[in-house]
């Protein structure tokens, strides 16, 4: 069963969906940092996705897990192709002299085109020209305070750290029965066939026992990501989810209680018929900003617009200053350090 016991603090993150520029420098961060070991080519441990979107796995939010009033909702394992392989290039097609029209060209690892990947329809976004419109959606560990993968896990693998709350996996004790990855609501593990183990983010931890942000955070050249502890009354975080109440879990239904919130994207005003603005109307339908962010979407944007309009009139509001950060080592919470200048390990 999930621990009940609450931890000495609660790591959390708050992402602003109207920063992220969709460059997956975050993703690569987290990649290079972390899953370039045996088995792991095909894992994104951090991913930014495009919403609406079908995600990563493929229907990712779709499949099963969580809680539903209460009660585990069986999950669906996704599959391999669900996923999408770390794809092969036919480089000597592409480099071959008889061939200078031929590019680059991926293949599955029997030879056959791609069919599914992560990301694969990054951009195409939702809505009917001229009220189309997409956004983009980091996604990792949620560290959630009610972890349906911990509850399954019929090996006590995963376990939550008494001082952050940080949900991790033992892979010693690890089996690979994948109960973890078929209870996790949004995905976010990983199954690596060579090891026969579960795998997911980490939360860099071992960074943030130096004082050092995760890589994702630090690599962000659009300050999207704020990271602290959510118990923390001067942190960022508690502002922004406690206080202003403008950052809200994703998929609240799914009642794992995320540790990673959102700051809700707000849009244009969307065209009416004549092509006038419709100063009614936001281009991505309410209905869905209140299934994927929850019933407290329409507090948060009223929220944020009417502080928006105080600093446009020449006032002052500590929200805006929050989302601007315009130092953007407030964003890092406690997590100050620079990983450069800390003393390299003595080889034994």
Known sequence: MASTQSP???FAMVFDLNKCLGCQTCTVACKTQWTR???MEAMWWNIVNTMPGRGTPRDAFELGGGYRDGEPVPGRLPGRADWG???DFDYDEAF???SESSYLRPREHDGSAPRWGPNWDEDVGGGTYPNSYFFYLPLLCMNCTKPACLEACPRDSIYRREEDGIIL???ERCHGYRFCLEACPYKRIYFNEQRAIAQKCISCYP????GVAPACVRQCPGRVRHVGHLDDPDSHIHKLVKKWKVALPLRPDFEVEPNVFYIPPTMPTAFDENGEFDEEASRIPLKDLRKWFGPGVDHALATIEAEREKVA??????LMDLLISRNWQELLGPYTEDPGELPTPRRQ
Request: hydrophobic share 20%; net charge negative; aromatic share 4%.
């Open 313 to 318: 009139g020449g006032g002052q509001s500590e």
């Open 96 to 98: 071959s002299p008889s």
């Open 207 to 210: 960074r943030l026992e130096a």
């Open 8 to 10: 000495q603090h609660q």
């Open 169 to 171: 996996v033992d892979e």
């Open 85 to 87: 392989e770390a794809w």
């Open 37 to 39: 070991g045996t088995g």
